[in-house]
């Protein structure tokens, strides 16, 4: 399989504090990717090295077999990123921002292309970029990152303002373009979005990848198992292999590896009221790595 990205041992230190520690990542080509990660966990400054806008410290980074500092513009070639901070020249109408992306990167079918987004974006090309609304003006970067047809796009909390269905159309034409080919790479706060359309995410914690996760084939076999009444009994539970996610008062909710049949005669304990047993989500997965302190 060809690697998209291939960070090893990456490093970025601001004065004393690491940014990066030791981070190694592999993302395949075509892989529709999510990055996770509280605030300050490190995505913005692992795309940076990527796109070579920051220097890292030590290690090494590449994209596409291209060394990420070294051979960056051969890597802009290939490569849209859609930022979180969407700034443009203010006084610069929408359609000339457009024709000037395409002019940069010798859009052929730009008329086209612009009639596709131009319908399926409800956009407004004569408006000037400072005229437009938080959510228009992501709605500008996103088609100016689709616009060269990247075959890697990188995408920074792109929902961000978006009404629910411009995320929905977002989505489709994301996974539409995966299909044929574009390597995604997601960093988002949204676990359902990540969950929803990302194969494969990476847990960013401190600098460094904590887990990754392959989520298509993942929630078919772990579970997350809910008790609830008095004084439950925690221990049963944990002694067969179950983790323990969140307690309170009135129940417990455990992270089920095994096949949960296999506690079925614990339920019989009459100080359990009542259960559920469901699916992991990505929400938990991310519970458990960063709230409970875990890794
Ligand atoms: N220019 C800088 N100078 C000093 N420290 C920085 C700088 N940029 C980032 N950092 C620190 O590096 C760490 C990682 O920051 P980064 O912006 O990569 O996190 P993030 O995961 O993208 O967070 P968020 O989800 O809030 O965007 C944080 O501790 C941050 O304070």
């Keep these: 399989m060809n690697k998209a990205i291939d960070v090893f041992d990456l490093s970025k230190k601001y004065g004393s504090h690491f940014a990066l520690k030791d981070l190694n990542l592999s993302i395949n080509e075509g892989e529709f990717f999510g990055l996770i990660g509280p605030n300050g966990a490190g995505k913005s400054t692992l795309i940076r090295i990527l796109l070579n806008m920051i220097f890292a410290t030590s290690g090494e980074a590449a994209i596409f077999n291209l060394d990420c500092a070294k051979e960056s513009a051969e890597i802009k070639k290939m490569t849209s990123y859609v930022s979180s901070d969407v700034s443009y020249y203010d006084s610069m109408k929408v359609k000339d921002i457009f024709r000037l992306v395409a002019k940069f990167h010798h859009v052929v079918d730009f008329n086209q292309q612009m009639a596709y987004y131009t319908e399926l974006f409800d956009l407004q090309l004569n408006k000037k970029f400072r005229e437009l609304s938080l959510g228009n003006k992501r709605k500008v970067a996103i088609i100016c990152g689709l616009l060269p047809q990247p075959k ?124 559920t047993i469901r699916p992991q989500e990505l929400e938990d997965k991310f519970l458990s790595l960063y709230v409970k302190g875990e890794n």
């Design 152 to 275: 890697l796009l990188i995408l920074d909390e792109p929902t961000n303002g978006l009404d629910p269905l411009i995320q929905f159309r977002l989505f489709e034409i994301l996974e539409e373009k995966n299909k044929q080919g574009m390597t995604i790479i997601l960093s988002s706060h949204d676990l359902k979005e990540v969950q929803t359309h990302c194969e494969k995410a990476a847990f960013i914690k401190e600098g460094k990848i904590i887990a990754e996760e392959k989520l298509k084939e993942s929630h078919l076999k772990e579970k997350v198992l809910v008790l609830y009444g008095n004084d439950l009994p925690k221990e049963s539970f944990e002694n067969q292999g179950c983790r323990l996610l969140q307690s309170d008062m009135n129940s417990l909710t455990f992270h089920v590896q095994h096949d949960v049949r296999q506690l079925f005669p614990l339920f019989y304990d009459e100080r359990i009221i009542d259960f």
